[in-house]
């Protein structure tokens, strides 16, 4: 069975300064990651996958994340954060090898927040 | 393209009462999915269709839910009788379904707040 793991209810950083979201992950085969971002009152919004390539993916808004097979790791990175990337942060995996199509497993979230 | 559209955006009712949402996935998009979140169970799958057909339904939580897609264009979801641990949002989700070796993501609606008295 795939599962992800965020092991922060809540991240703090201060705007200006490097922000990172942990996520791990658990799977058979392969894995797909994703990153999505809630906003208040708001549905999920898609942020960066890796699928396969290059470990580090560049997404939205100038978040990238790096994905570390040995690690089992997908951690959401942001060089210089800002006020408005105060959100709720999902990590999610498919496993390509259940057969599930489109199935993702989302994480528990993670609540960003940026002050100045 | 105006994105996935749910309705209502909320709805408060009272307990034993039927209650159904109402989901219009993006245009060509085969995949269709719905979500519950809560602060306590954060954001759970209940079922998702591919190509109009329910593929996965494990995530419904008993036979008071039940969710159909009688075209590409519109899906619900009901619950008959609702009880106040239904409180939650519903989210649905559309894609494309992927090709080999490719995964196409998810675009989220709004949502629908439900109440339950």
């Known amino acids: 069975a795939q599962s992800v793991a965020q092991p922060e209810d809540q991240v703090n950083v201060a705007e200006g300064n490097p922000l990172t979201v942990k996520c791990t992950y658990s799977?058979?085969?392969?894995?797909?990651l994703f990153w999505y971002v809630q906003y208040p009152n708001r549905g999920l919004q898609f942020l960066l996958k890796y699928i396969t390539g290059d470990n580090l993916v560049k997404g939205s808004y100038g978040f990238e994340a790096e994905f570390n097979k040995s690690q089992t790791s997908f951690h959401l990175k942001k060089p210089s954060a800002l006020v408005s990337d105060s959100a709720l942060y999902f990590c999610?995996?498919?496993?390509?090898?259940?057969?599930?199509?489109?199935?993702?497993?989302f994480g528990t979230g993670t609540q960003l927040k940026v002050e100045l | 393209d105006a994105g996935v559209i749910q309705s209502p955006r909320h709805e408060v009712t009272e307990m034993g009462q039927e209650v159904t949402l109402r989901c219009k996935p993006i245009?060509?998009?085969?995949?269709l999915f719905w979500y519950r979140q809560t602060m306590m169970r954060g954001l759970e799958l209940l079922i998702y269709f591919n190509n109009n057909v329910p593929i996965d339904d494990s995530g419904m939580p008993e036979d008071r839910f039940s969710a159909k897609m009688p075209n590409a264009s519109f899906s619900t979801l009901k619950i008959q009788p609702s009880e106040p641990r239904d409180s939650a949002v519903y989210f649905c989700a559309s894609s494309l379904s992927p090709g080999t070796g490719a995964y196409n993501e998810q675009f989220f609606g709004p949502g629908t707040r439900l109440t339950v008295l």
């Open positions: 799977v058979s085969g392969n894995p797909y």
């Open positions: 245009s060509g998009h085969n995949s």
């Open positions: 999610a995996v498919r496993d390509p090898l259940t057969g599930g199509g489109n199935k993702l497993t």
